[in-house]
């Protein structure tokens, strides 16, 4: 327990309206230790960025509201802290980098500010320390120093990341959340950023979570990853594991929607229909009205997570009833050995 | 842009690169109608500052001289005089600070309180919202100048009680233009990773969603000082705003009236002084809002 950044228990997260009450999060559970990265994958509304902004206690409310669970951040719970131990703990323990680096900056502020905003507000230290913290921040990042004094509109798309990574990261935290960090750049720029977190969060002894859709960012910088579909998670494991064990149906079919590098002529199987409206899931496993092995046990009871064991790490938790039966296979796994 | 590349490109000294506002004030001198609305406004300041070293008010503004009554205007007196001898060029000057007190008094009141009142309603939305804007609603419904004179009939005609009147319709103006914007920006991602970056509320509101709502806010700010001076004015005209003797531009139109036809300059200079004041405002304001928003223009 000592070596764990962070243990999230049965998380619930519902988004409350006035038509309906979407389950956003129904049961999550992972634990995160030092040093380690995990990868949160899984489609669009699945419930990634509704999980990793829970870590800070920052959804929305309302129409958002924790049901249930805890969050344990190096051993405090944060869905228990006050409002101002909260903003302590934003920032400094946990700092998060969002998707979008084109709006995740103040244009009416100098990149350097905003970098000394965070420094500031977390430790004690004067205008110009926080400043040259800042520029110190951006050498790091890559970005020449007086560079501090310009406005987001005179950089690039890139370097904007850079400098949400630079803010990120001035204030040391513990663990640092990724919401899709790469999703608005284009693939050369990509390459680069991913490149500088996975050093910087080595030089610093950081955890991440890193959100994203993207199957080979994961196979880059993840050590462990967790698929969530429709607020659960379905599959967990150590990289190695997902890739090479793969367990969950869900998991086989994110990997036939793509491109495949030795059979360029193939066709792409993508995962048949549409994610489930999560203000109406099906009972059940959520994912059995479109898995190609299921049956209709499948539908009556919520599949737990379990242990694979068999060639996979100790890490490895499926969540899917079929395995059950002992003989049951996945296609993948069939003819892929 | 040419220049933009080389502040950025340069050596290692520290450049101060140009932030949004010098942009947007050169952009703001590309612009015949906002620099001459600007130059005006600045001489109009600079007269309100002066008319106390040239002309004495007790004697020359409002001291009443029945030799000199309605001589038109010449070198003696520039504007002429009106029906009780009183200069009128020196009352016009003196005027001058009645309309930019008011205009500007009323229009910096309505603008702390509608701001205030517009960003709760934009940020915190739903009851607040609907609280805060239905009551601006009801403002709004009543014509401006119903609401002041009832303000004034129950405070009592003063300076100070017709800014305090001008500045409720000012305010109901900026809680609209507020509110709108603050639920823009209030939503943007910069704001969202402020409150990751363990930011107080009221610190995300002041550095953070305020500053990017500025544009509309001196847009309205310049246009509707030039509607308050010209509501100051109706005020007056009607009697019940600056009271007399005071040389409000309003009063002066309102005292020349019936002596249209045989002395119209007395209802021309200081109806010509408050056209012009009220243009020039209005052509910087206009000239604002392209500068704020280029985009809007092309």
Known sequence: MADLVLDIKDLVVHYETEDADVHAVNGISFQLGKKTTLGLVGETGAGKTTTALSILNLVPNPPGKIKSGSIVLDGVDVLKLSQEELEKVRGNDVAMIFQDPMTALNP???????????VELHEKVSKQEAMERAKEMLRLVGIAENRAYDYPHQFSGGMKQRVVIAIALACNPKLLIADEPTTALDVTIQAQVLELMKNLIREYDMSMILITHDLGVVAEICDDVAVVYAGRIVEIGTADDIFNHTHHPYTEGLFDSLPNLKERGEELQPIKGLMPDPSNLPPGCSFAPRCPYATDACSKKVPELRPVGGTSSSKHMVACDAYDDPKFCLRRNKDGK | MAKKANTVSTNNDVIKSRSQFQEVFHRLLKNKGAVIGMIFLLVLVIIALISPL??????????????????????????????????LFARIMWGSRYSLIIGFG??????????????IAGFKGGIWDQLIMRFIDIFYSIPNIMIAVVIVSVLGTSTVNLVIALSFSAATGFC???????????DQEYVESSYAMGLPTWKIIAKHILPNCLSPIIVQYTLQVGTTIISASSLSFLGIGVPAPAPEWGALLSGGRSRMRDASYLCVLPGLAILFTVLALNLLGDGLRDALDPKLKK
């Open chain 2, 176 to 186: 609209r233009v507020v509110r709108a914007a603050v639920m823009t920006v209030r």
């Open chain 1, 108 to 118: 009416v502020m100098t990149v350097g500010e905003q970098i000394a905003e965070s």
């Open chain 2, 106 to 119: 009323a229009v910096t009141i309505g603008l702390v309180v509608g701001t205030i009142l517009g960003a």
């Open chain 2, 54 to 87: 040239a002309f004495d008010y007790e004697t020359q503004v409002i001291g009443q001289n029945m030799a000199d009554r309605l001589q038109g205007p010449s070198a003696a007196h520039w504007f002429g005089t009106d029906e009780y001898g009183r200069d």
